[in-house]
Every structure is written in C-alpha cells, then in structure tokens.
C-alpha cells in the first residue's frame, strides 16, 4: 500500500503565556492510500492539534510530515496552502459555509483558488453536487437547507477538487443521529471511491465506521489497532 501520510517523531509545543504546552510528544504515524481511519482521544489529548498538522493548517515544532511524497513539515504558509488545495478536502462540524452563497457557489470556491477556468467551474461543482445527492439544492442557500444537506454541501467542497484526502473534524458533531449516519455513510461511499478517509472524533460510533482507529492520550499515540468489526462492502 503506498503511503499517502509519513509522520515521524512530530512535537509540537505551544506557548501560553510563561508556560509551555507539550500538545504532541513525538508522535509517529504512517496512513497508506485508500486508508479509513479515526483519530480518538478526550479534550487536551492532541487529536486537534495531529488534525491541524495532518491538514497543513499547522506546522510542527520538530519532526518530520511527508505527504505524498513532500516534505511539508518546514513549508511557508503559501506553499502550505497550495498543498491544502490540491491534496486535501476538509469537512468541519461547522460546515463553514459562506451563507450569502448558494450551495453551487461554495462548492466552486475551491475551483477559482486552483484556477480552474470559470467555463469548467460550475460543471465540475454540479457533478460535486449530484454526487453527494443534492442536485436539486444547488440555488438554496445554507439557511434554506438542513444541517445534513450543510453538511453534504461542506462535503461536495472538500471532493470538488479531487484531493486525495479528506479530512473530515468532527463532521457529525452538529447532526442528529440519523442525519449522522446519512453522513458517515456518505463518507463510506468515498472511501469506496477511492480516497483516503480520516474522522477525528470523540465519539465511538462514528469511529466504528473506519477500518483503523488510533487513540491519543496526553499527545501521544496510545493504541493503534485495526477495527475488527469494520467491513467493507
């Protein structure tokens, strides 16, 4: 399997104040193509600082984070944020959508950064849409839409560019139980797709989707184990 993600001994240290924060203590993983795998952990163990770094929102202390084959651990934040365009889709609990734009319009977002000419834009954008099953919403506005179909418009964002990961925080956190699992499985059929998946989440059942989970504790990997009760189809 090749590697999509080499992590080796990152740390990453924060300064608050006089005191400095230890969020992650050389911390080593390695996630292969075609990988579904949860980050776990409780509130201060690391898991949103490891998602930062993983998206190339951060840079760490020392350590090293190839990605693709890219050394991206030293970048400057213009090159840093080419590669966040390019290799990775993001998906929030938030969903972070702009609310004066139509849902065809945030998802073309992405398009205009990579330059992708205005002609082939808003094609690309509505196959996105018709993918995630919102073909007939791309003229509504976030406030028209509910919160899973935010979320599938968050989802046709982070796939519209075509990267090889997504990277989805906590992407049920805002949803009720059954729109979460509309979610997580539209999330399956992606990584059936192709892409490599990684969840970042506290919370069990969602994590029961993926095929690996790895657990943080106090900014270290604790467990790392493959999800025996994971199948897919």
Known sequence: MDKVIEIKDIVKNYQVGSVIVRALRSVSINIGSNEYV????????GKSTLMNLLGALDTPTSGSYILNGTDVSKMEDDFLAEIRNKEIGF???TFNLLPRYTALENVTLPLIY??????????VAMETLEQVGLGDRM???????SG????????ARA???KPSIILADE???????KTSLDIMGLLDEIHKKGNTVIVVTHEEDIAKHAARIIRLFDGEVAQDFVNEKYVKA
Not at 38 to 45: D, E, F, T, V
Not at 171 to 177: A, E, F, M
């Open 38 to 45: 949860a980050i776990m952990g409780p509130s201060g163990s």
């Open 91 to 93: 998906v929030f609990q």
């Open 114 to 123: 990579a330059g992708v000419p205005k002609a082939d834009r808003e094609k």
């Open 139 to 145: 003229t509504h506005k976030p406030n028209e839409l």
């Open 148 to 155: 899973g179909q935010r979320q599938r418009v968050a989802i």
């Open 159 to 161: 796939l519209v560019n």
């Open 171 to 177: 992407p049920t956190g805002n949803l009720d139980s």
